[in-house]
């Protein structure tokens, strides 16, 4: 079945540091790959996606690239805030219309 | 401004209560989720509708059960409520055919004791 694997929390940084969250997939054929945000006391938000292999999905300063070839979907910021702590969740879709399989999220922390 | 609200945001619960979780959102959306959130676990689907009175079995639905009378609501029932239930359950919604792009709610954090 479809799996999604991300590296355990916390993370803990300083703010202006760089940031990576792992992300491995597995599933057959192409499925689109998804990058949710839970911030404190709130619902998890969508935060950038891509569709196909070699595609970077961007936004608020995140990237993440759909590397087929390594099955994952890594993300990256360079510069931290402390508004960017929060937990982050993977996730995959085999097609559109299906349903999202998550990840077991990790939580960062950005201390000032 | 879109929203996905649920009815509680902790419940406190005895063993063998019968427990209703609610959900209601307010962007005429025809898809609605139950998941369950657990440190390390991630987000696990319970249940979800594609439509009025219509539903379908997630990865966990052992113990629950729902209920879709309106498009806007979307309840999620434990029928006899244990321990093991003790965790954040979190509503979510999405328009027809884009299950990818989810409006979750702020969640109800749910204890058994």
């Known amino acids: 079945g479809n799996s999604v694997t991300q590296m355990e929390g916390p993370v803990t940084l300083s703010e202006e540091a760089f940031l990576t969250i792992n992300c491995t997939y597995t599933a057959t054929g192409y499925p689109s790959l998804f990058w949710y945000v839970q911030y404190p006391g709130e619902g998890l938000q969508l935060l950038l996606k891509?569709?196909?292999?070699?595609d970077k999905g961007s936004n608020k300063g995140f990237e993440a690239t759909y590397r087929k070839e390594t099955t994952s979907f890594h993300l990256e910021k360079g510069s931290v805030q402390v508004s960017d702590s929060a937990v982050y969740f993977c996730?995959?879709?085999?097609?559109?219309?299906?349903?999202?399989?998550f990840g077991g999220g990790t939580r960062v922390l950005v201390k000032p | 401004d879109v929203k996905v609200t649920q009815s509680s945001r902790y419940l406190v619960k005895r063993t063998g209560e019968k427990v209703f979780l609610e959900c209601v959102q307010d962007?005429?959306?025809?898809?609605m989720f139950w998941y369950r959130q657990d440190p390390g676990l991630g987000l696990r689907l319970i249940y979800f509708s594609y439509d009025v009175k219509m539903k379908e079995k997630g990865d966990i639905p052992e113990g629950y059960s729902v209920s879709r009378e309106k498009k806007e609501r979307f309840s999620l029932i434990l029928e006899s409520a244990s321990t093991n239930q003790t965790s954040m359950y979190l509503c979510?919604?999405?328009?027809?055919?884009?299950?990818?792009?989810?409006?979750f709610g702020s969640g109800t954090q749910l204890s058994v004791l």
């Open positions: 891509a569709t196909k292999a070699d």
């Open positions: 979510a919604s999405s328009i027809q055919g884009v299950n990818e792009k989810l409006f």
């Open positions: 962007m005429d959306h025809e898809n």
């Open positions: 996730a995959l879709s085999k097609a559109a219309g299906n349903k999202l399989t």
